[in-house]
């Protein structure tokens, strides 16, 4: 285990402050932090050497990957929680405001997916980069999970299995192919990446994040989370048969029993495949 992981795993261990839920979502988000801060360039690390650059590199960060205000907040609040218990409140500033983290968004009906439209896509000329693109719209894949994609180790013919260490909080999950399209995609990820990942080799996650970025920014390619909610309203309207709310679909008060039990349904295959443990947080992709 890297020493940062280790300490903060430490940390945590030696205070027991909140519920159980409380400790293992901090433990886990601070631990993501510490790989996080490895990957960006800050190594020799110690629990003890928390600076605001590496908080500042965080945030950006995140903000890069399109994580919503409220997981980023929730985020920060652990970081104040680190600081807090190394007695060194003042490495992190008191408002969110000061790191242009937005106000929380709550649940609307407005949709807001991003279609990957093909006169852009043809403007990247990066590889890897329009494969990691073509696998978000897909298959819903985050920003991250795209970029470390393995096929070899992924493509399991009739579904996608991801490794814990390319997810979000360390969450292995499995996605379902289900189209002529995925399959035709899966095959032309493999044919080009053989036994590899997305990441070129001998270049790191951040380089690749940073040409990936550098390459959407070129071919006017932005808000590439919003890959994620089409995935997930084209997967509502498959699984439920009729259009999600935010797609103009009716609201669920609108819903006789029978289909709320099918909303139901879909939402909780749905929460599964974009790797959330929640049925509620489907409402943000779907509305309600």
Same mark, same amino acid.
């Given at each position: 285990?890297?020493?940062?992981?280790? $300490?903060i795993k430490q940390l @945590? =261990?030696? %205070?027991?402050?909140?519920?159980?839920?409380? +400790?293992?979502?901090?433990?886990?988000?601070?631990?993501?932090?510490?790989? $996080?801060?490895?990957?960006?360039?800050?190594?020799r690390m110690s629990v &003890?050497?928390?600076?605001?650059?590496?908080?500042?590199?965080?945030?950006?960060? /995140?903000?890069?990957?399109?994580?919503?205000?409220?997981?980023?907040?929730?985020?920060?609040?652990?970081?104040?929680? /680190?600081?807090?218990?190394?007695?060194?409140?003042?490495?992190?500033? %008191?408002?969110n405001a000061t790191y242009?983290?937005?106000?929380?968004?709550?649940?609307?009906?407005?949709?807001? *997916?991003?279609?990957?439209?093909?006169?852009?896509?043809?403007?990247?000329?990066?590889? @890897?980069?329009?494969?990691?693109? $073509? =696998?978000?719209?897909?298959?819903?894949?985050?920003?991250?999970?795209?970029?470390?994609?393995?096929?070899?180790?992924?493509?399991? @013919?009739?579904?996608?299995?991801?490794?814990?260490?390319? @997810?979000?909080?360390?969450? *292995?999950?499995?996605?379902?192919?289900?189209?002529?399209?995925?399959?035709?995609?899966?095959?032309?990820?493999?044919?080009?990446?053989?036994?590899?990942?997305?990441?070129?080799?001998?270049?790191?996650?951040?380089?690749?994040?940073?040409?990936?970025?550098?390459?959407?920014?070129? *071919?006017?390619?932005?808000?590439? &989370?919003?890959?994620?909610?089409?995935?997930?309203?084209?997967?509502?309207?498959?699984?439920?048969? /009729?259009?999600?709310?935010?797609?103009?679909?009716?609201?669920?008060?609108?819903?006789?029993?029978?289909?709320?039990?099918?909303?139901?349904?879909?939402?909780? +295959?749905?929460?599964?495949?974009?790797?959330?443990?929640?049925? $509620?947080?489907?409402?943000?992709?779907?509305?309600?």
């Amino acid at each position: 285990m890297r020493t940062l992981n280790y $300490q903060i795993k430490q940390l @945590c =261990l030696r %205070n027991r402050d909140g519920s159980y839920a409380t +400790q293992l979502a901090r433990e886990r988000d601070l631990s993501l932090s510490a790989t $996080q801060l490895l990957e960006l360039g800050h190594r020799r690390m110690s629990v &003890h050497s928390l600076k605001p650059k590496h908080v500042k590199g965080l945030v950006n960060r /995140w903000q890069n990957e399109g994580l919503s205000a409220g997981t980023i907040k929730n985020r920060m609040a652990h970081l104040r929680w /680190w600081s807090e218990k190394i007695d060194k409140r003042s490495v992190i500033a %008191n408002d969110n405001a000061t790191y242009a983290i937005a106000d929380r968004v709550y649940v609307t009906n407005a949709s807001k *997916a991003r279609e990957l439209q093909g006169e852009q896509l043809a403007k990247v000329t990066d590889p @890897c980069t329009a494969f990691a693109l $073509q =696998l978000q719209a897909a298959f819903g894949l985050r920003l991250e999970e795209s970029i470390k994609f393995t096929p070899a180790y992924a493509d399991q @013919c009739k579904s996608l299995v991801l490794k814990a260490s390319w @997810c979000k909080g360390g969450r *292995a999950r499995t996605i379902p192919v289900t189209t002529v399209e995925q399959r035709q995609l899966l095959d032309a990820v493999r044919a080009y990446c053989g036994g590899a990942s997305l990441i070129p080799a001998g270049i790191r996650y951040i380089d690749q994040l940073r040409r990936f970025k550098y390459q959407c920014a070129k *071919a006017g390619i932005d808000h590439v &989370h919003g890959h994620r909610h089409a995935y997930a309203q084209q997967r509502y309207r498959v699984l439920a048969g /009729w259009e999600c709310p935010a797609c103009g679909g009716p609201t669920s008060k609108a819903l006789t029993e029978l289909q709320k039990e099918i909303d139901r349904s879909a939402r909780l +295959q749905i929460s599964s495949e974009l790797g959330h443990e929640r049925e $509620q947080i489907t409402a943000i992709y779907l509305g309600r």
